[in-house]
């Protein structure tokens, strides 16, 4: 009988291994079949106990990676206010307002080292409502005005003997009127008149909305210092001195649409609410100690493209498109 080939094979392998005995026949059939050591993973050389482990290579210049590892990281630098350019104290001084562009009259003049107003208060009759008034302070006359400084980083004027005690913030372009006495309504019994002159005192619509593109950008800078001034107030304060900061904050959004919703075609150019936004951002930056004579963010207007003209005949999108293509 003859064998196959494999086997015969398989046997003179064998054989020299059986002769040596036993326990290498095992191995070598172990080894053959992948069971024995091959199956098995390499154990990695153990260190001799005793023996000094070598230090991982220093980095290139000399430094150990050890030792950078265990630096503390160094802290961030403290966030700084946000400081706008603030209003020239003088830069209404001569011009025409009126509150909410509409109405009234306001011309502040300097006088010598002080400055005075002339003030027609608009109003409506106490016997008529629906009628309405107008009043001038002092007879028509100046009326002084002292100055109080800037408390909230803002020229502040104020006519506390007026028969309208009035505080005046000066803004870019306006005033902001304040009346000083518990109510914001102001009567004149002998006029028949009851005025309310809180409010911004300003151009007539016509001379802003040219510049409506120009108020829309500064009113981005101005509102992101007012966010960016408020974290850093909140950020720096501790516990319940915390909540009248939050509770201001929440209020100002609507305090300003009060004040300027009434303002002259508002929503065509935005002018009122982009002042009483830098006034608040200023204020904040006052009062965390920011040097409001060195402003770090500028309102400067960004330039706008002009849409080209359209062709006639054409579609305006299409010949603008075509344009910039």
């Not at 040219?210 to 408020?230: I, L, Q, T």
Request: with cysteine.
């Amino acid at each position: 009988m003859r064998l196959p080939r494999t086997l015969l094979v398989l046997a003179a392998l064998v054989l020299p291994v059986a002769m040596t005995g036993p326990a290498a026949a095992q191995n070598f059939f172990e080894e053959l079949f992948g069971i024995g050591r091959a199956a098995r993973p390499p154990v990695p050389r153990q260190p001799i106990p005793g023996t000094p482990i070598a230090p991982p290579p220093a980095q290139p210049g000399g430094v150990d990676p050890n030792v950078e590892a265990a630096k503390p990281a160094a802290p961030a630098p403290p966030r700084q206010p946000v400081v706008l350019k603030v209003p020239a104290d003088d830069n209404v001084y001569g011009q025409d307002l009126m509150l909410n562009g509409l109405t009234g009259g306001l011309r502040l003049e300097k006088a010598g080292a002080g400055v005075t107003a002339k003030v027609t208060l608009p109003g409506t009759k106490i016997s008529q409502p629906t009628e309405s008034c107008t009043v001038k302070l002092n007879a028509g006359g100046g009326v002084t005005l002292t100055s109080e400084g800037k408390p909230e980083g803002v020229a502040r004027l104020e006519a506390a003997a007026a028969e309208c005690p009035l505080r005046f913030e000066v803004v870019d372009g306006g005033v902001i009127a304040t009346p000083l006495g518990g109510s914001p309504v102001c009567t004149f019994s002998a006029a028949d008149c009851a005025t309310t002159p809180k409010g911004l005192w300003g151009p007539a619509a016509a001379g802003l909305i040219p510049r409506a593109g120009e108020f829309d950008g500064a009113r981005g800078v101005a509102d992101k210092a007012v966010r960016d001034n408020y974290k850093i107030m909140t950020q720096r304060l501790r516990g319940q001195d915390v909540r009248p900061v939050v509770q201001e904050q929440a209020a100002f959004s609507s305090e300003r649409e009060d004040l300027c919703r009434t303002y002259a075609r508002e929503g065509a150019h935005g002018f009122c609410h982009l002042r009483f936004t830098e006034v608040r951002a200023i204020a904040l930056a006052v009062r965390l100690g920011a040097n409001t004579s060195a402003p770090t963010a500028s309102v400067a207007p960004r330039p706008v493209r002009k849409r080209p003209a359209p062709v006639d005949g054409m579609n305006p999108e299409g010949a603008a498109s075509a344009i910039t293509d």
